[in-house]
């Protein structure tokens, strides 16, 4: 029942599907050719990773709100529970479609995109699954309308502030890999099972707050 919602979601974004696979190809190689510094890949991935997801996450809340969708699935056998869990599926399975994307255009681009090592994706991760960790349940909690906004600044503003901090940290040599007393495997996967935590945490206050809302 949770790809039946899933896919629900992505029919409701069909109209940009097709944009969003140009651009998930457009942007790593635009960014490529545009900064002056190495990043390996990771700047070029986050940035195509939270602009599709933003752009078919607010196409279906923005769907869901004009035709009142939420309110008409809480009528059928979907619970409210499944209904918060295909959300989160529908944003994991973005991004795992961007990442397979994306590598086959590093493999097949003529420019050198960087390839994306285990590192860079688990960051990515991260910082996607804090973004919608804490926008998701705002979004449940108070509406579409009166948060729409808030993911729109985050948006405008990741282009403009993470190069920005990435060229600081290399100006000062400044490393993020931290060193702990793991094995490297258990180091790398770290940011996942961050991620993971964070997200999982996320869902259930999200489900416990649409459990409650009067639709």
């Known amino acids: 029942m ?3 919602l899933v896919k629900k979601d992505f ?3 069909k109209k940009y599907l097709l944009v969003s696979f140009i651009f998930t190809v457009g942007i790593p190689l635009f960014i490529t050719t545009k900064i002056n510094f190495n990043t390996g890949g990771f700047l070029e991935f986050f940035i195509t ?3 599709i997801e933003y752009m078919l996450f607010n196409t279906v809340s923005m769907s869901e709100d004009k035709y009142k969708g939420s309110a008409l ?6 619970t ?5 869990k295909a959300k989160y599926l529908f944003i994991l399975v973005i991004f795992l479609s961007i990442y397979i994307i994306y590598t086959i255009t590093a493999i097949l681009a003529p420019l050198s995109i960087a390839n994306l090592s285990i590192v860079t994706v688990g960051r990515v991760l991260l910082i996607t699954s804090i973004f919608w960790g804490i926008l998701i349940p705002i979004q449940y909690q108070f509406g579409y309308e009166k948060t729409k906004y808030i993911g729109f600044c985050f948006i405008f503003i990741s282009p403009f502030v993470v190069p920005y901090i990435i060229t600081c940290l290399q100006s000062n ?3 993020l890999n931290l060193t702990l007393p793991f094995p490297q495997i258990l180091q790398d ?3 996942y099972l961050i991620a993971l935590v964070f997200g999982y945490i ?3 206050i999200s489900i416990h707050i649409y459990s409650k809302k009067n639709l």
Do not use: K
């Open 2 to 4: 949770l790809l039946n």
């Open 11 to 13: 029919v409701l974004a």
């Open 49 to 51: 990773v939270i602009y």
């Open 73 to 78: 699935l809480c009528t059928t056998p979907y």
């Open 80 to 84: 409210r529970n499944r209904l918060v």
């Open 173 to 175: 040599n400044i490393s």
């Open 189 to 191: 996967l770290l940011p």
């Open 202 to 204: 996320s869902m259930l």
